[in-house]
């Protein structure tokens, strides 16, 4: 059974950094494709950042581009979101979302249950 | 960006009737290899989202066949037949044709 669990979230202050992870079982993690997705209370989805099966492939989205570093460790079956310079509007529930991928497309398969960031002083 | 327009955005049905949720996009989702890459998600109250539908028509593993999505290049639907307790939820439309990808505003789905 594929699950994915989030872990890091918590109450951070404007400006300061956060490390989330999402611990990965139930399939070789090192096939696919990982990506982070969020949700900021009472709101629809959005896309944060995408990484390839090996990680050295990276993308962004515009609101984040610059400040959150998406990572992995495949020995550890590991993903990562490095949140840096944290602002209000960050705060959300971020989701991981394994990132099936094949010769005719991408989607989100299967996605964690989520952790919340809250971005307050 | 793609643009992904989503109506309505709050649906109430009577259990056992049918809905339709519609989904507009900016930009056509075919892609060179002859794919739509549109998909369909629900989000269960207090529950991350799963996968409906994908590649505009066909319906992920377990998904009752009470679902069913079609479309064109731009315009697409979820028609949801003989609506249950358990539809309840917000519904969103998706791409990943190119990035950044991008979801619709959600359908909220509620019961008469």
């Known amino acids: 059974e594929v699950q994915l669990v989030e872990s890091g979230g918590g109450l951070v202050q404007p400006g300061r950094s956060l490390k989330l992870s999402c611990a990965a079982s139930?399939?070789?993690?090192?096939?696919?494709?990982m990506a982070w997705v969020r949700q900021a209370p009472t709101k629809g989805l959005e896309w944060v950042a995408s990484?390839?099966?090996?990680?050295?492939?990276?993308h962004y989205g515009d609101s984040v581009k610059g400040r959150f570093t998406i990572s992995r460790d495949n020995a550890k079956s590991t993903l990562y979101l490095q949140m840096d310079s944290l602002r209000s509007e960050d705060t959300a529930t971020y989701y991981c979302?394994?990132?099936?991928?094949?010769?005719?497309?991408?989607?989100?398969?299967?996605w964690g249950q989520g952790v919340m960031v809250t971005v307050s002083s | 960006d793609i643009v992904l327009t989503q109506a309505p955005l709050s649906v109430s049905v009577t259990p056992g009737e049918s809905a339709s949720i519609s989904c507009r996009s900016s930009?056509?989702?075919?892609?060179?290899?002859?794919?739509?890459?549109l998909y369909w998600y629900l989000q269960k109250p207090g529950k991350s989202p799963q996968l409906l539908i994908y590649?505009?028509?066909n319906l992920a593993s377990g998904v009752p066949d009470r679902f069913s999505g079609s479309g064109s290049e731009t315009d697409f639907t979820l028609k949801i037949s003989k609506v249950e307790t358990e539809d309840v939820g917000v519904y969103y439309c998706?791409?990943?044709?190119?990035?950044?990808?991008?979801f619709g505003a959600g359908t909220k789905l509620e019961l008469k």
């Open positions: 979302a394994r990132l099936y991928s094949s010769y005719i497309g991408y989607y989100f398969d299967y």
């Open positions: 139930g399939f070789t993690f090192s096939d696919y494709n």
């Open positions: 990484i390839s099966y090996g990680g050295s492939n990276t």
């Open positions: 930009k056509s989702l075919l892609s060179s290899k002859g794919i739509t890459s």
């Open positions: 590649r505009m028509s």
């Open positions: 998706a791409q990943f044709l190119e990035y950044p990808y991008t």
